[in-house]
């Protein structure tokens, strides 16, 4: 009987420990909802870990990466390339692209260009202004240094005649590479560009960033600026130029040492009809002026006509006598 008593006293004892409310019991820990909630987590883990390596999470990390480094290297340009705003006030003396011209010219023995000689926007005929514009930089007044559709369709062209098309520069990054840059074509010289425009809308207004650009323009083998173009492609000055004058010289500006008014080229002769048809498009110039300047285009592109062709030029009628004597004699 005693012993009896002792073995169910033995077995008695691990049932003690089983009571399911014991803080010390071995199985509390591991209870049926608390294995399911531990083997949940368990099966969370990797599905956390695929997000991470998801094709959409690996894209937007490599943007935040990217958008990080241009920051630090538009950052460093900006900090890098001179400061514009001195030329709200001042005309620069000289132009990165005249010295780049200066020195082909040396080692090609010829004369070297001078500097620009500067007039102000009022002193510009608003002929070539407006035609400027509208046949370098259509949006010039709207945009803030880019021209983004221009671009667009600049990439669109290039892809489809799968070479490098047209380019996109506004009047606002062709002054800054002008100005800075020269004419050298590298991804670093345009990253240097782009700055430099932002630099330049940021420091000047459109009307200033207009008037540089017409005063420091190549217009020929040594012919910097408005004025100078005026005066040695039609003996005039750039206040005096006609429409058809604005128009030759806008139609320049893509390549200007291979236009030869002397000899107009295709390219030259359509680009001036269609910078006329765009100044009457966006009522620059009404109809009798197109036709007036149109007449007169045609003229230039014929060429100056042979010494017997050329009509004889009256002579002044004859009012009466003419007084020989000096003033006051």
Do not use: C
């Amino acid at each position: 009987m005693a012993s009896l008593e002792t073995s169910l006293k033995k077995l008695a004892k691990p049932r003690s420990h089983t009571t399911r409310g014991s803080p010390r019991s071995p199985l509390a820990r591991s209870t049926p909802m608390a294995a399911g909630q531990r083997s949940a987590k368990v099966r969370r883990m990797p599905a956390r870990r695929a997000g991470l390596r998801s094709p959409l999470a690996l894209a937007l990390v490599a943007l935040g990466a990217s958008l990080a480094l241009g920051a630090a290297v538009l950052a460093a340009l900006w900090a890098a390339l001179p400061e514009v705003d001195w030329l709200a006030s001042r005309n620069p003396g000289t132009t990165a692209l005249v010295e780049q011209r200066r020195a082909e010219a040396r080692r090609a023995g010829r004369a070297e260009p001078s500097e620009p000689r500067f007039v102000p926007l009022e002193r510009i005929a608003p002929r070539l202004a407006e035609a400027v514009v509208l046949s370098e930089d259509a949006a010039f007044f709207g945009h803030a240094g880019f021209d983004f559709r221009e671009i667009r369709n600049a990439v669109a062209e290039s892809v489809e005649r799968r070479r490098l098309g047209r380019g996109a520069s506004t009047i606002t990054q062709q002054l800054a590479k002008n100005l800075f840059l020269g004419t050298e074509r590298t991804l670093g010289r345009k990253l240097e560009e782009a700055v430099l425009a932002m630099k330049l809308e940021r420091a000047l207004s459109k009307r200033r960033i207009l008037a540089l650009y017409l005063n420091v323009a190549e217009w020929g083998e040594g012919v910097f600026g408005a004025e100078a173009a005026a005066r040695a492609r039609f003996g005039a000055s750039a206040a005096e130029l006609s429409t058809a004058q604005a128009a030759l010289l806008a139609a320049m500006l893509p390549a200007p040492r291979r236009a030869d008014l002397a000899h107009p080229a295709p390219w030259l002769a359509q680009r001036a009809r269609r910078i006329l048809d765009l100044l009457l498009q966006h009522e620059k110039i009404d109809a009798a002026e197109h036709r007036h300047a149109s007449a007169e285009l045609e003229r230039i592109l014929a060429g100056p006509l042979p010494p017997e062709e050329a009509p004889l030029e009256p002579p002044p009628e004859d009012d009466g006598e003419v007084d020989l004597a000096p003033d006051g004699g």
